[in-house]
T-cell receptor, first 114, second 114 residues
């Protein structure tokens, strides 16, 4: 069975410093992995996805993530945080060719200090 | 192009009342999904419809029913609401039901059951 663990429930950074949000997954098959962002009282927006092509994936707003099969990790990074990055971030895994059942991590709330 | 729309945005029910949450997408997607979001638990799949004419249970289907009315619309019904169903409900859609396609989310319905 697939599962996702987001290692930090809250992360706080200063504006202009790097962001690291950690995610480990468990999957029996070749997974697809996603990062979604949710701003307060809004729906979820896709940041980036990995579907077995390049292991370093670039997304919107300067975010990127690296798929490391040996470590079963898919950490999200950004070189320089902006105030508008403050939101909740979800790491998500999907496996199998059909059904596309997404399994969500519990979320990481990112706070950006000025 | 509105993407995924949901109605209503907010709803308050008394225990035992019924209601239907509506969802529509204009992206010509084949697959649609209903999730609930509770604090600290990410999103959990209630029901999904891989294609028009099919529906299947997700992780937490008890107390809910769904109808795939046509390719565009997918509704979620609570027959007898309970306080445990207080949550934020998200509808999503994807082009096909495979792990390669990301899901697009609506803005959510915030439901309170008293």
């Amino acid at each position: 069975a697939q599962s996702v663990t987001q290692l930090d429930s809250h992360v706080s950074v200063s504006e202009g410093t790097p962001v690291l949000l950690r995610c480990n997954y468990s999957s029996s098959y070749s997974p697809s992995l996603f990062w979604y962002v949710q701003h307060p009282n809004k729906g979820l927006q896709l940041l980036l996805k990995y579907t077995s092509a390049a292991t370093l994936v670039k997304g919107i707003n300067g975010f990127e993530a690296e798929f490391k099969k040996s470590e079963t990790s898919f950490h999200l990074t950004k070189p320089s945080a902006h105030m508008s990055d403050a939101a909740e971030y979800f790491c998500v895994v999907s496996e199998g060719e059909y059904g596309n059942k997404l399994v969500f991590g519990a979320g990481t709330i990112l706070r950006v200090k000025s | 192009n509105a993407g995924v729309t949901q109605t209503p945005k907010f709803q308050v029910l008394k225990t035992g009342q019924s209601m239907t949450l509506q969802c529509a997408q204009d992206m010509n997607h084949n697959s649609m999904y209903w999730y609930r979001q509770d604090p600290g638990m990410g999103l959990r799949l209630i029901y999904y419809s891989a294609s028009e004419g099919t529906t299947d249970k997700g992780e937490v289907p008890n107390g809910y029913n769904v109808s795939r009315l046509n390719k565009r619309e997918f509704s979620l019904r609570l027959e007898s609401a309970a306080p445990s169903q207080t949550s934020v409900y998200f509808c999503a859609s994807s082009l096909t039901p495979t792990r390669y396609n990301e899901q697009f989310f609506g803005p959510g319905t915030r439901l309170t059951v008293l």
